[in-house]
């Protein structure tokens, strides 16, 4: 199955359209490191996290963990888990994957820049809940909650995402 999101900020699933945020810096070939932009191409969903103190385990095919506290990703492109999860405190820069304002209650990790890592490539390219007024990402795409919970239903491990200019 094949998600396709395009540049005017649609995930098309089949017959279904739904509203999403884009990276700050749109939809490009060529990503960097902390540039904003959501990289184009095709990637497979590698796994979904969740936040089980605020959700029950979501419907979904797909593997998926729950979502500790102490859960990071790291994101310093000279750290030997670059673009890997990490345990907070990391040695180097890490995003934490336990936030307060809800946006990482459900995670769907994308394939993006993991088979190999290429150091300042990108990272924590994800899935995951919108803001409200679908404010721009850091390079992710991210929808309302509920439509994220509805799409859960159907993915599986051999599901993509492409992002098309």
């Known amino acids: 199955m094949l998600l396709h999101v395009t540049a005017d900020g649609f995930l098309h699933h089949g017959a279904r359209r739904y509203r999403c945020a884009l990276g700050r810096g749109g939809i490009r ?14 990637y497979p969903l590698r796994r979904l996290l969740y936040r089980a ?8 095919q797909l593997a998926m963990a729950k979502i500790r506290p102490d ?14 999860p990490v ?9 934490s994957m336990w936030r307060a304002d809800g946006l990482y209650d459900l995670v769907v990790i994308l394939g993006h820049n ?22 721009p990402t850091e390079g992710c795409v991210a929808l309302a909650r509920d439509d994220l919970v509805a799409l859960l239903v159907e993915l599986d491990d051999s599901c993509e995402i492409q992002f098309s200019p």
């Not at 070939?29 to 540039?35: M, P, W």
């Not at 859960?71 to 890997?84: K, R, T, V």
Request: hydrophobic share 35%.
């Open 71 to 84: 859960d990071g990703w790291c994101d310093a492109p000279d750290d030997p888990a670059y673009n890997g």
């Open 87 to 95: 345990t907070l405190p990391h040695g180097a820069s890490a995003e």
């Open 29 to 42: 070939a060529q990503k960097v490191e902390g540039d904003g932009i959501t990289p184009s191409g095709r």
């Open 53 to 60: 103190d605020r959700l029950a385990q979501p419907v979904s």
């Open 114 to 135: 993991d088979a190999p890592v290429v150091p300042g490539a990108g990272s924590a390219i994800f899935m995951h809940v919108a803001s409200p007024g679908y404010g």
